[in-house]
């Protein structure tokens, strides 16, 4: 049996393509709304009319400098955890499209009706007029092709010299 973390990765990557695509556009919406709020100044302090259910008065209550700072800071930590994550999905998403561009017609015709529209290998194969087998088999290659782009040349194992046993050297 043919086992390769990599390729897995790979193929759940193409499965959940869309989403992927889909939060991206939603991070990049998130953060402009972000921007829009970092970009306001907080409002003069002004006298308040309410009941305060704490106890009323009291020495400790934050100015309201201080509770649109601390605002201002949850609002820029939230922006930059989005731009990290939709920085990532940009870089796997190209990283896919590349690939997607490097793979034969019908290599990537099987990868798109399989691994991103979740077709069945019936409907697979009556579109690009081949056995399953070959689609399979295409679609594996397909596989390898898109991980050693996206992850680089470590998903192929190698040794370089053979050294079971430390030489000991006489003296």
């Known amino acids: 049996m043919y086992y390769n973390d990599y390729e897995n990765a790979v193929r759940n990557y193409l499965h959940r393509y869309n989403e992927f695509v889909v939060r991206k556009q939603i991070l990049s919406d998130r953060m402009k709304d972000l921007q829009k709020q970092l970009m306001l100044k907080p409002a003069p302090k002004t006298t308040q ?5 704490v106890g009323g008065g009291g020495w400790d209550k934050p100015s309201s400098e201080q509770v649109a700072l601390e605002q201002k800071e949850m609002l820029l930590q939230k922006y930059n955890e ?7 999905l940009t870089n796997l998403l190209q990283a896919l499209g590349q690939g997607l561009q490097i793979l034969s017609g019908i290599q990537y015709e099987i990868v798109k009706s399989r691994g991103i529209n979740h077709e069945p290998w019936e409907k ?10 070959y689609c399979r088999r295409e679609f594996r290659k397909a596989l390898r092709i898109l991980a050693g782009v996206i992850f ?4 192929h194992p190698y040794q370089t010299k053979i050294n079971f046993f430390k030489s000991k050297t006489r003296k």
């Open 49 to 53: 009319y309410r009941f305060d259910a």
């Open 82 to 88: 989005f731009s990290t994550e939709y920085n990532e």
């Open 124 to 133: 697979v194969k009556r579109e690009t007029h081949h056995d399953e087998s």
């Open 152 to 155: 680089g040349p470590d998903i």
